[in-house]
């Protein structure tokens, strides 16, 4: 099977920096999206970027600018470099994989996630 170890997350004051990382393991040949949600008490877990293995990259419009995503390989890993933070930005922040394919060549079908890193942005 395939696992998702994220890092890096904690307190950061408004206007700090904070990078996070995902690393994939497991017999995998490729991944086709890895990417970060994120998700505060309450509401719906969010996309925050994503990073397609041909190079597309997506993010959400409150991060523009300011998040960076950046992708080794097509195995990943997979970081975000959270520039400018902003209290709203504080959240649990989640490693997305989606389209892996492993070893022998077969796609699993559902995606797979990482356990969730807390990101602070506080006074």
């Known amino acids: 099977q395939v696992q998702l170890v994220e890092s890096g997350g904690g307190l950061v004051q408004p206007g700090g920096s904070l990078r996070l990382s995902c690393a994939a393991s497991g017999s995998i040949f490729s991944i086709n999206v890895m990417g970060w949600y994120r998700q505060v008490p309450g509401k719906e877990r969010e996309l925050v970027a994503a990073?397609?293995?041909?190079?597309?990259?997506n993010y959400a419009d409150s991060v523009k600018g300011r998040f960076t995503i950046a992708r080794d390989d097509v195995k990943g890993p997979v970081h975000l470099m959270m520039n400018k933070l902003k209290p709203e930005d504080t959240a649990v922040y989640y490693c997305?994989?989606?389209?892996?394919?492993?070893?022998?060549?077969?796609?699993?079908?559902?995606?797979?996630w990482g356990q969730g890193t807390a990101v602070t942005v506080s006074s």
């Open positions: 997305y994989a989606a389209g892996v394919v492993n070893t022998n060549q077969y796609m699993y079908g559902n995606p797979y």
């Open positions: 990073h397609t293995r041909t190079g597309s990259i």
